[in-house]
């Protein structure tokens, strides 16, 4: 690890906005601002709040093999992914483990954004990259892009703000993207994000990040947010932070992510298969997964962290918990935990080991927050 | 009235002969950020100076409180426990934590006292 940290294009900007900086894989990153982690959350879920996410990974994929390509490293439908649409999925590795999840959208041919633009998180980026060049380098291009940041603009105003800018962004629906001028500057902006809630990520050339933020700071509706509340977010919202709650050694199936698997992808399908560790997951998709990612709602008003070893009734250790906080909108404690088949039913109670004290926590089905996404 | 300070960034502040006052100074909300829940000791157990006397929680962070001095635990703040945001907006007030019955007035006069905290803080 360096002693240096990276630091984004809206570096200064946050200074200027009284940002707390810590160190997150590597850069110098906005934990909070001024008014604090839950005035941020819950700013983001009543208006909109704007988060700085450039140390996230934006890779390209030029060439007409490209989506085949990426399918030999992710079990996820790339072929058939119409222009201008936008999937989540994940690499995987041999023994049917998580190397990373990410974004995965298909530009408009002949916008400069490739045939197929990944963003992959900050402490996996340059593991993918090296992944993708040696297994699929001589199938298609991979260009990564650090010259340009990420901005995501996320709440039930965000569209409204954005509009302003260009009412373009409209037309969009979630997950699907395209080109779009915003304050003078050529972005690719999605519908999508982190937080549960309708919202944009926006690809903006690092030179014209901070203007943009200006212009978007302007808008009434919008104030800034940090990592701090982006976590206590999706969170509620029950998405995965990898290195948390999905890693190497879980598979898609335990953590509960099969829906991200498309059925030409399944035993059965017209492309099964050929993808890392697809026997293990197939296994896991029949039913052999031994554990599965569930949601907790404590019983009693305190935090359950990461960490945090659940046992039964009588004291057996089942797992351990691997995100937790007392979430400020949904204002009970919440966690995420792997737990054994048996244990992981909705309204099962297992017991949180919390300083000597065993803190009942009832398996709840996720999000914890409804998704407000904008199907159109 | 006589507050000093302990370098966990906690005060404590003599009342009267029989309890003083026990909690977290600004420095510490601010670290912490938006408290969300406080464990508070039982009231009359004894602790030594430096044993865990309960823990304050904020969305992001735990962290220990520990007995500025020896003592009896004598009250503790129950508006705190219903409303944690008390020691965010209130930390050297209403946000208090506990009382206790001090039992080694020298472990309190060792404390640091406000010139010297102030010291510590402009160090950080």
Redesign the interface.
Known sequence: MSDTLQTTPLHDLHLRLGARMVPFAGYSMPVQYGTGLVAEHKHCRSAAALFDVSHMGQVLLHGADAAAALETLVPVDIVELGVGRQRYGFFTNTSGGLLDDLMITRPPAGTGFGDLLLVVNAGCKDADVQHMVTHIGHRCRVQAVPERALLALQGPLAVAALARLNEGVCQLVFMSGGVFELAGAPCFVTRSGYTGEDGFEISVPAERAEALAAALLAQPEVKPAGLGARDTLRLEAGLCLYGHDIDATTSPIEAGLNWAIQKVRRPGGARAGHYPGAATIEKHLAGAAPSKRVGLVGLERVPVREGTTLVDAHGHKLGTVTSGTLAPSVNQAIAMAYLPLDHAKPQHEVYAEVRGKRLPMRATPMPFQPHRYFRG | MTTMYTPDHEWINIEDHEAAVVGITPHAQDAL??V??V?LPEIGRTLKKGEIAG?V????A?ADLYMPVSGEIVEVNEALRADPALANTDPMGNGWFFKVHITEMAEFDQLMDTPAYDALLKSL
Do not use: L
Request: hydrophobic fraction near 45%.
């Open positions: 950020g938006d969300v829940f464990e823990v929680e904020s969305v992001k735990a």
